[in-house]
């Protein structure tokens, strides 16, 4: 879009004369809030906390200008110029790499884009990021915010404590909770409070899986809340809702927006490796927020952060059953991959299998690569024909984690796509080749957190086959033997049946 510089506004204009395309415009003026205009509450309703496109409203132009001369919403450019550089206001992309031109009809230049978040709607430099000026939308409490009745932890406890006054005065926390701590509940106080005092919030994880799992927790937790559920698709899309749980892709919609973001599994894929997703977190965080991080696996960074006194961290180095970790053992195995090859697995890995098959223990077997997985599964059929194998394109993965479930098979081979998020009640978990890079210290701290999860089954075994144990696997064990240890220490774990 073109627009036209007039006393201090800037207005859209459809031919070229006297107009500039947004980015070219110096300083874009903001006019001030005019109290006797009379703003339209659906576009508030739509626009508060956002950062949209034109497209994405479906409201006439003439409306989104005249809120804009009054003072209610704002133009920003969606691509900034910084010398020679162009960055994405949206997505916070700055390489070059990232953005290409086009004949674009709407300023009738060559425009230039931005192809790193273009799956949600394109942004050019004639494209204006449309935010929201004017008072925030009433939020009504219902009597009672909470209905959840359930009890903590000792070591939840003192976590949720920490929450609840990191959200009230604004700072930065994380929790580092063992896998099967219940780190979910341990957010219960702090969301209640936050909605008491008429604040917005945000869960957001990078795992679509993960969203469709806490909305109906938190929905029956929080019953009377209206809760927007956000993902690739959703239809809470448009809902302003005091609470939000969402993708940390679909943060990238959002500016200045809650005054608390929950940040689930930081650690985890795409938000580790995607500069963006940390970008767009810390961009819809209002400017004066709060900022809690939830993780089983910090990297070495934060863990160096916290050990240094850096960071305000609380652990819960303890599960709800008060039963410590199990501790993987290592197990050498020799070159597996040749073995494979030859159609043939380890000894010691059939060995570990078939025990466990005659003893009707359910497994999952970890591997590095689909290839040699699918090479496993043929051998390993032959000692049960139900086996089956699971990968992230496998159109089949949900249907066969549901049968693991129901213990309608045996053994389950994967890929590190189970490594979270999957809980079995009573599996022993082993890895084959564990000295690949793919397994690092989270990772596998993760495989271990498989086995041991419920309280009828609170220990299991957890072997990790190898060709060469590495440092990964070195720092997975000590960061599983310091959490049991400290758990020991405060008194969160049973002194009988230990695992080793
Ligand atoms: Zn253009
Ligand atoms: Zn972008």
């Known amino acids: 879009m073109r627009f036209i510089q007039k006393d201090n506004l800037i207005i859209p204009s459809k031919t070229k004369e006297d107009s500039l395309p947004i980015s070219q415009i110096l300083t874009i003026p903001n006019p001030t809030l005019n109290p006797a205009f009379n703003c339209n509450p659906e576009l508030q309703q739509r626009l508060t906390g956002k950062q949209l496109l034109l497209d994405d409203l479906p409201f006439p132009l003439t409306d989104i200008q005249e809120h804009y001369q009054n003072g209610y919403l704002t133009y920003r450019k969606g691509v900034e110029k910084n010398g020679k550089y162009s960055i994405c206001a949206r997505c916070g992309n700055k390489d070059p790499q990232w953005f290409a031109a086009y004949p674009c009809a709407r300023c ?24 929201w000026n004017g008072p925030d939308p009433e939020i009504q409490n219902p009597d009672q915010i909470m209905t959840w009745q359930g009890t903590l932890s000792e070591g939840q406890k003192v976590a949720s404590d920490h929450v609840v006054e990191a959200i009230r005065q604004n700072q ?45 927790r938190l929905k029956a937790a929080f019953p009377d809340i209206l809760i927007a559920s956000l993902y690739g698709g959703s239809e809470d899309r448009h809902l302003y809702a005091p609470l939000t749980i969402a993708t940390t892709h679909q943060l990238l919609r959002f500016y200045h927006a809650f005054d608390a973001i929950i940040l689930d599994e930081v650690d985890a894929f795409p938000y580790t490796v995607e500069e963006s997703l940390q970008y767009a977190a810390v961009q819809a965080r209002k400017p004066a927020s709060a900022m809690i991080y939830l993780t089983a696996t910090p990297n070495s960074n934060w863990q160096r952060e916290c050990r240094t006194g850096k960071r305000a961290y609380t652990t819960i180095p303890a599960r709800f ?155 997975a064990r000590r960061q599983i033997v310091a ?18």
């Not at 099967?180 to 994880?205: H, N, P, Y």
């Not at 959490?483 to 080793?500: C, I, P, R, Y």
């Open 483 to 500: 959490m049991n240890l400290e758990g020991f220490k405060k008194g969160l774990l049973d002194k009988q049946g230990a695992a080793k």
């Open 108 to 131: 009738g230049e060559d425009c230039l884009y931005c192809r790193s978040c273009l799956m949600m709607g394109r942004i050019s430099e004639c494209t204006p990021l449309i935010g």
């Open 172 to 216: 930065e926390h994380l929790v580092w909770a063992v896998c099967g701590a219940g780190k979910t509940e341990v957010l219960f106080a702090g969301i209640e409070s936050a909605l008491a005092a008429k604040k917005r919030i945000c869960i957001a994880t990078p795992r679509t899986d993960v969203v469709l799992e806490l909305t109906p």
């Open 321 to 475: 059953h008060r039963k410590p970790l199990p501790v993987p053992e290592f197990s050498w195995c020799g070159n597996w991959q040749k073995q494979l090859k030859k159609g043939n697995l380890p000894a010691n890995v059939i060995r570990w299998i078939k025990t466990r098959i005659h003893a009707d223990k359910q497994i999952l077997v970890f591997f590095p690569h689909i290839p040699l997985m699918e090479k496993a599964l043929t051998i390993l059929r032959q000692i049960h024909p139900e086996i089956e194998a699971v990968h992230a394109e496998d159109p089949d993965r949900k249907s066969k984690v549901q049968k693991m479930r129901n213990k309608e098979i045996p053994m389950l081979l994967t890929t590190t796509i189970l490594e979270r998020g999957v809980t079995f009640p009573n599996i022993d978990v082993a890895v084959v080749g564990a000295e690949d890079t793919i397994f690092t210290e989270s990772a596998l701290v993760q495989i271990a957190g498989r086995s041991g999860r419920s309280k009828d089954h609170p220990t299991g075994i957890v072997t990790l086959f190898h060709y060469g144990k590495t440092e990964d696997m070195l720092k």
